[in-house]
Each structure stands twice: as structure tokens, then as C-alpha cells.
């Protein structure tokens, strides 16, 4: 579940830094493409008892550890005798060291009860609890909405494991660096949230624009390259509906694609776990940066840090870096009630390219479109305040990407460098909202495949 209350970086700056290597996905995460590729050959029993059972095994996991690690001499020692890093024992020692109350339930009652308890022991505060309530109700009611025969199973696996990290990061708060990498152990927080958004899509109504593209991406990812995606952002849950739609074809960009993410995401309690999960670049959001006004130099500073780490990365290549340069998430028209994406900020397209080609080494900006509002929508408007109430469903979605618009080519006959920065943005976001027309005929016109044009050509390449 949810991530990515987007942001865009408001200042520009380079730094050098030595190549990194292209790093390929780990075996296991290919391991569990295949499993799910076999379990989608009947898309009716989409990979639900995969995934269930993937989540009693990150449990089971987690007690292993604790018996391995039940004292903090004890892990030291071991740390010395394997090399394992601080920061991985101090993990280790936090995992050891907790409550257990949702892990330890047996049944929803008590898993209710569960929140109860703490919130009156002054474990929880009461807007947590209150939000954890919800969330179990209304994943509950989305996952009995799919008519998976294995709904009680998927709910209860999936919820304990969310409301127990949930908790976890009440007791223990996580502090996010300006660029997170995703904690893969002793938890693997990413194949949690994979597991946790995977029910709520209805992979039968779900589809992905030119794949053959996100290939080619793929192939420069290898030789060093770095690609930049400008995208419009739906929902807190997109980075789990792009890796899912990617994992079975192309799983390092499904696993390695890094998010610029707005602070909400980190801060927001029933955020953070899923948030965790994923690649990040925190930055403060254009829209919240004068929420707090004597807060806003202290967001422009920590704004600044980031985008040193990005263009710290981009030195290196190899590196996917996702932006939803709007801002923040699409809303429906008020009047219409159509939902479109949300307008590009030229600034933040000129900042991201301009990172890109500093970089030292070549870079490519694609435009990508995504179709997911469904699966839980935003509040209507824009928030100040964080904890918003979360509305969940089970619904297709869709995928796009289109190829590199080149700035040089597009830009030619611009007279001065803000035009240019306007006529390319532009272009980017029309091929945006070109690619989200046609996944909006095939998922919520019941088009299906037969939406494709001759510049989207959708395909389910799960089935």
C-alpha cells in the first residue's frame, strides 16, 4: 500500500561521484516471478495462496531471528563472526525486541481487540487506532468485493502483517535519509507491500502500454544509462501497482525504480511501512511547503539535500528515477467528475532534465501514465493535515510508458529557454494524458486489448 504523496524538487544542483555497477534483481525476487507467472495461468486464482503463504514465511522469518538474535551481546557477536553491518543487527535487535500483539492473533476478534488494548494501555495513540481500524475494515470489505475464495486468509495474513508493522514503527520510529534504499531484511518490506496491494487488483481488467518499451529502458539501464520517467501520480499504492504490472517481464525496473516522494509519506503513520518498502528520494511538496510557514526554509534546505543525493545517483548511471512533476496526486474535475492527470510543473520537468544531462552520463526522459485511482482514491481535495481516510476497492488498472521525447528536437524553434521549458513540458504531459486516454478505454470502457492504438499497443503478458 501507500507511498508517494509526490513532490517536486524546487532547486538544482550537481555533484561528481564515482560509477556504480547495474545491479540485477536478487534470485529470490526471481523466484517469486516465476511462482507468480505459474499461479496467473488461471487468472481466476490470481496468486492469492502465493502470497499468503510468502507472508507466514516473513513471519515466520522474523521469529526465526528473534531466537537467533535473543540478546544485543548476542548479536554483536554474531555480526563479528559474519560481517554483518551494524545498521542490519540493530534491525535485527529491534525485530527481537517488540510487541507482538497482532502477529500473536488468532482470529479478527482479536485482532480488534489487539487495537483496542494498546490504545487504552497508551501504546497507540488514538488517531492510530482509529486508523488502523478503519484500514482493516475497508481492506476487508475491498478483498470480500474481488470474490477470491481465499478472502478470509488474504485479509487476515495481510492484515496482521500490516497492522503489526504498523505498530512496530509507532514503537520503534523509522527516520527516512533524503535517500532511502529499500529495506529488503531481516523483514522484506518491499514483498510486503507487494503482497499487500496484489489482492486489490483485478488482473483480468488490467493492462500495460508498450511493453517493448519498458525493455528498451531496461537494455540502457545495462549499459550505464539513466532514465528519468515523468509521470502522472494516482494514488499512494502506485509504486506497487507499477511493480506488479513489471514483475514477471521486467523485474529490476519492477524492483529498482526510485521514487521522489513528498514528507506526508514518511511522516504518515499508516504510510511509513509501505513506505519503507521502496527506493526514495524525500522531498517537501510544492503544495505543503507553507502549511507551516516557519517551517518552509527548513523544507527548502532539506529539499536541497536531496536533490544533491539525486544528482549524486544520476553520476553514477544505471539509475530509474520516477516523478510526478504535478506535485501531488490527480483529482476528479468537480464538475464533470472526470479524472484526467494533473497539469506538469514546467519548473520541476526543466530541474529533472537538467539533473539528467549534468549527470555525465546519457540520460533519457520517458513519459509514463498510470490508471490506479480506484484502488484508493484521494481525498477530493488536498489535505494540510496527515492521516486522511483511506477508501480501498479491488479494480483494474493500467500501465503505460512512450518513447524518449528528445528536449533538443522538441525545443528547436523556441526563441528563449522558458519557452523551450514550456513547449517540452507540454509535450510530455500530452503523450501522458494520450497513453491515459487509451488505458481508461480499455479498463473502464471494458475495451480491454482492443483499446490499443497504433501508439499504445496494451498487453497482459501475466495471463
Known amino acids: 500500500m501507500f507511498i508517494l504523496s509526490a513532490a517536486t524538487p524546487s532547486t538544482f544542483s550537481t555533484i561528481s561521484s564515482s560509477r556504480v555497477p547495474f545491479a540485477s534483481s536478487s534470485s529470490s525476487s526471481k523466484l517469486f516471478a516465476v511462482s507468480f507467472a505459474q499461479s496467473l495461468r488461471n487468472p481466476l486464482s490470481c496468486p492469492c495462496l502465493v502470497y499468503s503463504l510468502k507472508l507466514r514465511a516473513m513471519a515466520k522469518m522474523v521469529k526465526d531471528k528473534e531466537s537467533s538474535f535473543s540478546s544485543s551481546s548476542a548479536a554483536a557477536s554474531a555480526a563479528s563472526e559474519s560481517g554483518v553491518s551494524p545498521l542490519a543487527i540493530s534491525s535485527e535487535w529491534k525485530e527481537s525486541n517488540r510487541s507482538r500483539t497482532f502477529l500473536n492473533a488468532a482470529s479478527e476478534e482479536e485482532i480488534l481487540s489487539g487495537i483496542k488494548k494498546e490504545a487504552e494501555e497508551g501504546r497507540l495513540p488514538s488517531n492510530v487506532a482509529a486508523g488502523m481500524e478503519e484500514l482493516y475494515q475497508n481492506y476487508k470489505n475491498a478483498i470480500f468485493q474481488s470474490g477470491n475464495p481465499n478472502a478470509d486468509e488474504i ?21 527516512f535519509a533524503p535517500y532511502h534504499k529499500a529495506l529488503r531484511e531481516p523483514f522484506d518490506y518491499y514483498m510486503f507491500g507487494q503482497n499487500y496491494i496484489r489482492p486489490l487488483v483485478d488482473f483480468r481488467n488490467s493492462y500495460v502500454g508498450n511493453i517493448s518499451i519498458f525493455n528498451e529502458m531496461e537494455e540502457k539501464l545495462k549499459e550505464g544509462h539513466n532514465i528519468i520517467l515523468i509521470s502522472n501520480h494516482q494514488t499512494e499504492a502506485d509504486p506497487a501497482v507499477i511493480s506488479l504490472l513489471l514483475e514477471t517481464t521486467n523485474p529490476h525496473i519492477a524492483e529498482n525504480m526510485i521514487y521522489v516522494a513528498g514528507d506526508r509519506v514518511v511522516t504518515d503513520p499508516l504510510c511509513k511501512p509501505f513506505s519503507i518498502g ?68 514546467a519548473s520541476s520537468v526543466d530541474n529533472m532534465r537538467r539533473l539528467a544531462e549534468h549527470a555525465g552520463v546519457p540520460g533519457h526522459i ?4 498510470l490508471l490506479c485511482y480506484n484502488i484508493m482514491p484521494p481525498p477530493p481535495q488536498v489535505e494540510k493535515d496527515v492521516g486522511e481516510k483511506r477508501l480501498i476497492s479491488f479494480h483494474g488498472v493500467g500501465l503505460s510508458v512512450a518513447p524518449e521525447v528528445n528536449f533538443s528536437e522538441i525545443s528547436a524553434s523556441c526563441k528563449t529557454s522558458e519557452e523551450a521549458g514550456q513547449v517540452y513540458t507540454q509535450a510530455l504531459y500530452n503523450s501522458v494524458n494520450e497513453q491515459y486516454n487509451v488505458l481508461k478505454s480499455a479498463v473502464h470502457g471494458k475495451q480491454g486489448l482492443h483499446a490499443s492504438t497504433p501508439a499504445v499497443s496494451l498487453s497482459q503478458l501475466w495471463n
Open 155 to 175: 485479509v487476515f495474513s495481510n492484515m496482521t502483517a500490516a497492522l503489526d508493522r504498523i505498530f512496530l514503527d509507532v514503537e520503534e520510529p523509522f527516520v
Open 278 to 345: 521502496r527506493n526514495l528520494v524525500c522531498v517537501y511538496s510544492k503544495k505543503h511547503m507553507f502549511d507551516v510557514p516557519e517551517l518552509a526554509e527548513m523544507k527548502r534546505k532539506a529539499n536541497t539535500r536531496s536533490l544533491k543525493e539525486m544528482a549524486l545517483l544520476l553520476r553514477g548511471g544505471s539509475q530509474l528515477i520516477w516523478i510526478a512533476p504535478s506535485g501531488g496526486r490527480d483529482r476528479p474535475d468537480p464538475v464533470t467528475e472526470e479524472w484526467h492527470p494533473a497539469p506538469f510543473d
Open 366 to 369: 520517458y513519459p509514463l501514465a
